[in-house]
């Protein structure tokens, strides 16, 4: 049996749209019972992709379709799955929202370090007093030409006026919670799943995947092939 043939029998493997290992290491827990594959399993070295969205849905959309498309010409058609995410600031008019992997490029596409996107963020708001905030997560699952899932999911919190933890990624260390008196980098990682933008979309998600995964009704093959 050919590769390409094992991956659509198995009809659990799922490719996921992102090159960030943070993003792998937190998605793969959050989906028991599917195999979920970067880019690099199917031979897919990282390569440009234009989010010339409007908000998070179209560029989740886009990261998908263009990561099917490199997977069609190696292996097979299989459900892409895509992650777009961000944190949106009330006082800034929800900057950086979508451009948070981006927030202080000067040229859009080279990208500061983590702790100088959050040192410029803090520095940005010093002296704000509204500081409510809110990491927003859209994943879209796309498994066929036209068809697809989406759902988006926030995590509202207070911007800390400065980093606390070490857990987690990108702007974790200073969003604060209040309801649990901690910043996101400082949950475990079980919280974490259980209160996040992207645990929440992803348990959405992973919900709806399986009802398609099920047989229709008065019998029949799974939706999700």
Request: with cysteine.
């Amino acid at each position: 049996m050919g590769r390409a043939a094992l991956y659509i029998l198995l009809g659990m493997d799922i490719l996921v749209a992102t090159f960030n290992r943070h993003k792998m290491d937190e998605l793969r827990p959050l989906f028991p019972g599917y195999n979920l594959l970067a880019p690099a399993d199917l031979g897919i070295s990282e390569f440009a992709i234009d989010e010339n969205g409007d908000d998070y849905f179209q560029n989740a959309l886009i990261k998908a379709r263009a990561l099917r498309a490199q997977a069609i010409r190696r292996i097979a058609s299989m459900p892409t799955l895509a992650d777009d995410s961000g944190l949106s600031v009330k006082a800034l008019d929800g900057t950086p929202g979508i451009w948070s992997s981006r927030y202080g490029s000067k040229d859009g596409r080279s990208k500061l370090s983590t702790g100088e996107r959050n040192s410029l963020l803090l520095a940005e708001m010093a002296g704000v007093a509204d500081r409510a905030c809110a990491f927003y997560c859209c994943l879209v699952l796309l498994y066929g030409e036209d068809r697809f899932l989406s759902v988006q999911e926030t995590c509202p919190g207070l911007l800390a006026d400065a980093p606390r933890g070490v857990g987690g990624f990108g702007y974790d260390p200073i969003v604060y919670l209040p309801e649990l008196g901690m910043t996101v980098a400082e949950l475990d990682p079980e919280k974490k799943a259980e209160i996040s933008h992207r645990g929440k979309a992803a348990l959405a998600m992973r919900i709806a995947l399986d009802a398609l995964r099920c047989p229709v009704a008065g019998g029949g093959n799974p939706i999700l092939t």
